[in-house]
Structure formats: C-alpha cells, structure tokens
C-alpha cells in the first residue's frame, strides 16, 4: 500500500502530462456522474409538471445543466489519456443519461402533443449534441462506444422524439429506422 503511495507521488517527466491524464479522467468521471444525478432530479421535476405554462422553465434547467456539463468537459482537455476500463464506464454513464432524456422526452410528447413540445425536444437534442461533440473531443473512440451503448435503446426512438443532430453525431444514420 505504501508503494502505491510512493508510486503516485513521484514526478512525472513535463513532456508526458501522465498526471494530468490522471487528473482529466478523474474530472470527467466527476462530472459525468455529476451530470446523471442533476439529469434525474431535473427529470422528475419536468415530469412533475401539469401545465405547459411552467414546461420551457424546467426542460431550461435541464438545458442549462446538460449545457454547463459540455462547457466543462472542455476545459478539462483534449484527446484526454484514460484508461479503457473508465473510457466504457463513462460511455456507459452517459448512454444511462441519454437514455433517461429520451423517456422523457417520449413521455412529454404523450403527455402534451408533439406541436407543444416540438421546440422543447429541440433545445434537449441541441445540448444532448453539444455534450456528445464535447465529449467524442475529450475523450478519443467515445462516441463509438457510446453509439453502440444507444443502439441497444433503439435509434427509431431518437427519432420519434425528433432527436436527429445526437443521431447525426453518433452516426446512427445509416442504420434502419
């Protein structure tokens, strides 16, 4: 155990940025998981609502949250270095976030009708894309896992609810609708 300590305290050459690698992943499984449990609270209170009327303020939160998680996601780096174990951890974190947006947003459409909602999914799918892009910049090969982690959630559902730009930038358009 004390090796371990002695190991992580010794310096790293400049030229290999090995603890900032280590520090960058740590950041991005924080805010991920930071993300998820702001993502559920922000759900419940959306789904919580009776009235269009307080609608656009909540699915703004959840805009705003989603929005200020890719901003950090890109301060933290680019082409970060993580290990594969955390890369498939993180992938799958947010695949479990995009998942919770789409029953949402499917929930919405049967609660209130598409023509009410329609400008609502637009501003989800345009953060949704922002984090997808943020992350496939921090983090190389994400996105692929990622889609395939979406695939299993069925892409016809992204587009039922009218989520094409996270279609489009996880490259889901070539498979069958």
């Given at each position: 155990l004390s090796l371990g300590f002695l190991v992580s305290a010794l310096p790293a050459a400049v030229d290999t940025k090995a603890l900032?690698?280590?520090?960058?992943?740590?950041?991005?499984?924080?805010?991920?998981?930071g993300l998820g449990a702001?993502?559920?609270?922000?759900?419940?209170?959306?789904?919580?609502?009776?009235a269009v009327v307080d609608l656009a303020a909540k699915i703004d939160v959840l805009v705003a949250d989603v929005t200020?998680?890719?901003k950090a996601i890109v301060a933290i780096g680019v082409n970060i270095d993580i290990?594969?174990?955390?890369?498939?951890d993180i992938a799958v974190k947010v695949a479990a976030i995009i998942s919770v947006i789409v029953k949402l947003c499917v929930d919405l459409v049967a609660k209130f009708g598409i023509l009410?909602?329609?400008?609502?999914?637009a501003k989800i799918d345009l953060c949704l894309q922002l984090l997808i892009?943020?992350?496939g910049v921090c983090v190389e090969?994400?996105?692929?896992?990622?889609?395939k982690i979406v695939v299993e959630l069925g892409v016809s559902v992204l587009a039922s609810v009218h989520l094409g730009l996270c279609i489009n930038v996880l490259n889901?358009?070539?498979i069958s609708l």
């Open positions: 900032a690698a280590r520090h960058g992943s740590n950041d991005l499984v924080g805010l991920i998981a702001k993502v559920d609270a922000d759900v419940k209170a959306i789904v919580a609502v009776e200020a998680c890719a290990d594969a174990a955390v890369k498939a009410v909602v329609v400008g609502l999914l892009v943020n992350l090969g994400i996105l692929v896992l990622i889609a889901l358009i070539s």
